[in-house]
């Protein structure tokens, strides 16, 4: 077997501000999480779920993935596959290099007057991983042994997959909240924004759809959109969306950034008005889904099903104590409503 990241794939991702982790992993710090150091706002994760935006270690475990999605800001030399042909680190490679690389890309800021020094104090202190830079995370051969890492470290996590690989997401351990993207209301939208090599792409995503309804803990359906390719049929967006029954929607403007400047235009790329205003003709046709929330810098909008406002009250924090606190099974019977809101 072969490296993922080649000498030459490494050299190119250095030049775009990411830093390797092993044979296929990668990190790079968010845009975010230098704004939040800087005192200048923090996420849409912070906002929506409570995550510390200046303690997140934004990273994939795989290079690779299935697809060539049009918005992605990788790209096309970025390897592509639909098995894993490479060598697998293990997991504690995986996540002490990746770790150590996050520290180092934020040295520069420890010089920097204008940084908010109680942020940049407590960033030295990663408490959450976001599996979803680039490529497809899910397909490294270990991942529910990192994740259960992680946990062991108190450091909880997101994982983002494109819905190609169901056996995967099926066999995926106990996470702290579950993504799949939906980047297509239909098969040949699909087809158009994801550039799958799997020719069975679409039956491919609504298996996982099955899958990610079977999840005991927290999932999310994303859906990046993309203005005058896949901002149509809110009706069918729907329909998958009941299939699975995520606790929560995240509808997405295409943001013009990276390499997807190649194949896209700036004018692809909602308002956040627009955004909003497609994410309430999908709320339309979803009874139990209400508009919760809104990061109008992100371009963000959230449906959030009903069943977490309580007394009134929306409840989507994660309650991080009670999650590091269930045993980190691979699958659990405790319902998810009790183990991850305030």
């Given at each position: 077997?072969?490296?993922?990241?080649t000498?030459?794939?490494?050299?190119?991702?250095?030049?775009q501000?990411?830093?390797?982790?092993?044979?296929?992993?990668?990190?790079?710090?968010?845009?975010?999480?230098?704004?939040?150091i800087?005192g200048?706002?923090t996420?849409?994760?912070?906002?929506?779920?409570?995550?510390n935006t200046h303690?997140?270690?934004q990273?994939t475990?795989?290079?690779?993935?299935?697809n060539r999605?049009?918005?992605?800001?990788r790209d096309?030399k970025?390897?592509?596959?639909?098995?894993?042909?490479?060598?697998?680190?293990?997991p504690?490679?995986?996540?002490?290099?990746a770790?150590?690389?996050?520290?180092?890309?934020?040295?520069?800021?420890?010089?920097?007057?204008?940084?908010?020094k109680?942020?940049?104090?407590?960033s030295?202190k990663?408490?959450h991983?976001?599996?979803s830079?680039t490529?497809e995370?899910?397909?490294?051969p270990?991942?529910?042994e990192?994740i259960?890492?992680?946990?062991?470290?108190?450091i909880?996590?997101f994982?983002?997959?494109?819905g190609q690989?169901?056996?995967?997401?099926?066999?995926?351990?106990?996470?702290?909240?579950?993504?799949?993207?939906?980047?297509?209301a239909?098969?040949?939208t699909?087809?158009?924004?994801?550039?799958?090599?799997?020719?069975d792409y679409?039956?491919?995503?609504l298996?996982?759809?099955?899958?990610?309804k079977?999840?005991?803990?927290r999932?999310c359906?994303?859906?990046t959109?993309?203005?005058g390719m896949?901002?149509?049929?809110p009706?069918?967006?729907?329909e998958?969306?009941?299939?699975a029954?995520?606790?929560?929607?995240?509808?997405k403007?295409?943001?013009?950034?990276g390499a997807?400047?190649?194949?896209?235009k700036?004018?692809?790329?909602?308002?956040?008005t627009e955004?909003?205003?497609f994410?309430?003709?999908i709320?339309?046709?979803?009874p139990?889904?209400?508009?919760?929330?809104?990061h109008?810098?992100s371009?963000?909008a959230l449906?959030?099903?009903i069943?977490?406002?309580?007394?009134?009250?929306?409840?989507?924090w994660?309650?991080?104590e009670?999650?590091?606190?269930?045993k980190?099974?691979?699958?659990?019977d405790?319902p998810k409503?009790?183990?991850?809101i305030?």
């Amino acid at each position: 077997m072969q490296d993922m990241i080649t000498k030459e794939i490494k050299k190119n991702l250095e030049k775009q501000g990411y830093r390797t982790a092993g044979s296929h992993s990668a990190v790079k710090i968010c845009g975010w999480t230098k704004k939040t150091i800087l005192g200048k706002g923090t996420c849409y994760k912070h906002k929506f779920y409570g995550i510390n935006t200046h303690q997140c270690l934004q990273m994939t475990t795989s290079m690779s993935c299935a697809n060539r999605c049009v918005f992605c800001w990788r790209d096309y030399k970025s390897p592509v596959s639909k098995d894993w042909i490479w060598n697998i680190d293990e997991p504690n490679k995986v996540l002490e290099e990746a770790k150590e690389a996050h520290h180092k890309l934020l040295i520069g800021f420890f010089g920097n007057d204008k940084t908010d020094k109680k942020a940049l104090k407590e960033s030295k202190k990663i408490k959450h991983a976001a599996l979803s830079l680039t490529g497809e995370p899910i397909n490294y051969p270990k991942v529910n042994e990192l994740i259960q890492e992680m946990h062991k470290q108190r450091i909880s996590t997101f994982l983002v997959t494109n819905g190609q690989n169901p056996e995967s997401i099926k066999k995926l351990g106990r996470i702290t909240q579950l993504y799949l993207s939906v980047d297509g209301a239909d098969k040949e939208t699909l087809r158009e924004t994801g550039k799958p090599l799997f020719t069975d792409y679409w039956e491919r995503l609504l298996k996982s759809l099955e899958e990610l309804k079977e999840k005991k803990y927290r999932t999310c359906i994303r859906i990046t959109l993309i203005k005058g390719m896949n901002d149509k049929n809110p009706e069918k967006y729907a329909e998958l969306i009941k299939k699975a029954e995520p606790d929560f929607v995240e509808v997405k403007s295409y943001m013009f950034i990276g390499a997807s400047k190649e194949r896209l235009k700036k004018e692809n790329m909602p308002t956040h008005t627009e955004t909003m205003k497609f994410t309430e003709q999908i709320q339309k046709h979803l009874p139990n889904y209400e508009l919760m929330s809104d990061h109008k810098p992100s371009r963000v909008a959230l449906l959030t099903h009903i069943k977490h406002k309580i007394r009134g009250k929306w409840k989507t924090w994660i309650d991080f104590e009670a999650f590091f606190q269930e045993k980190q099974e691979y699958n659990t019977d405790t319902p998810k409503e009790n183990i991850i809101i305030k």
